[in-house]
T-cell receptor, first 118, second 110 residues
Framework: GAVVSQHPSRVICKSGTSVKIECRSLDFQATTMFWYRQFPKQSLMLMATSNEGSKATYEQGVEKDKFLINHASLTLSTLTVTSAHPEDSSFYIC??????????????FGPGTRLTVL | EDKVVQSPLSLVVHEGDTVTLNCSYEVTNFRSLLWYKQEKKAPTFLFMLTSSGIEKKSGRLSSILDKKELSSILNITATQTGDSAIYLCAVERYGQNFVFGPGTRLSVLP
């Protein structure tokens, strides 16, 4: 099946710094990728839809200046948490689909990135 | 506001039991409903359902969608300890984004 990777898998940073998380589709091209946030014992919360070649679409309540998303190519999307604070500590997961023609198809998830802000 | 509800939120059974997990939704522009299994890290895909009344099956797992009732069930027969996980239901909306339910935490005891 299709593989999605994320890097880093775990990051610890100081408050006020910025952290970049990469999401790559390894063996397929993804015009659309999704970024989720998951708090302990809770479900996934969609943060934004990352579109290759255009601006990301953010869900209501998600600060676009705080969570910068760039979809640089058909295989790479990045999420940058700017000026991170302890409340940004969470598990961040990306996903990408193999569908074409507007169909998202089956979604493949990256392994996730555990962010801890001290 | 679009929402996906799952029940029960938590379930404890013994090996060999059969379980039924429920998912109901209220969303605009429904496209498909998906089931995922989440163990330690990222979810893994189980089923995608688009048509009402057609059962999808994979081993001991099966699922069906009822568009009239805006719901879906996931059945697991002859449960094993390896089935212990959180089962997530998600609804895909046209516009290519998803709404996830809260998940059902299933614990299968030996």
């Amino acid at each position: 099946g299709a593989v999605v990777s994320q890097h880093p898998s775990r990051v610890i940073c100081k408050s006020g710094t910025s952290v970049k998380i990469e999401c790559r589709s390894l063996d397929f091209q993804a015009t659309t990728m999704f970024w989720y946030r998951q708090f302990p014992k809770q479900s996934l919360m969609l943060m934004a839809t990352s579109n290759e070649g255009s601006k990301a679409t953010y869900e209501q309540g998600v600060e676009k200046d705080k969570f910068l998303i760039n979809h640089a190519s058909l295989t790479l999307s990045t999420l940058t948490v700017t000026s991170a604070h302890p409340e940004d500590s969470s598990f961040y997961i990306c996903s990408a689909g193999t569908g074409s023609g507007g169909a998202s198809g089956e979604q493949f998830f990256g392994p996730g990135t555990r962010l801890t802000v001290l | 506001e679009d929402k996906v509800v799952q029940s029960p939120l938590s379930l404890v059974v013994h090996e060999g039991d059969t379980v039924t997990l429920n998912c109901s939704y209220e969303v605009t522009n429904f496209r498909s409903l998906l089931w995922y299994k989440q163990e330690k890290k990222a979810p893994t895909f189980l089923f995608m359902l688009t048509s009402s009344g057609i059962e999808k099956k994979s081993g001991r797992l099966s699922s069906i969608l009822d568009k009239k009732e805006l719901s879906s069930i996931l059945n697991i027969t002859a449960t094993q300890t390896g089935d212990s996980a959180i089962y997530l239901c998600a609804v895909e909306r046209y516009g290519q984004n998803f709404v996830f339910g809260p998940g059902t935490r299933l614990s299968v005891l030996p």
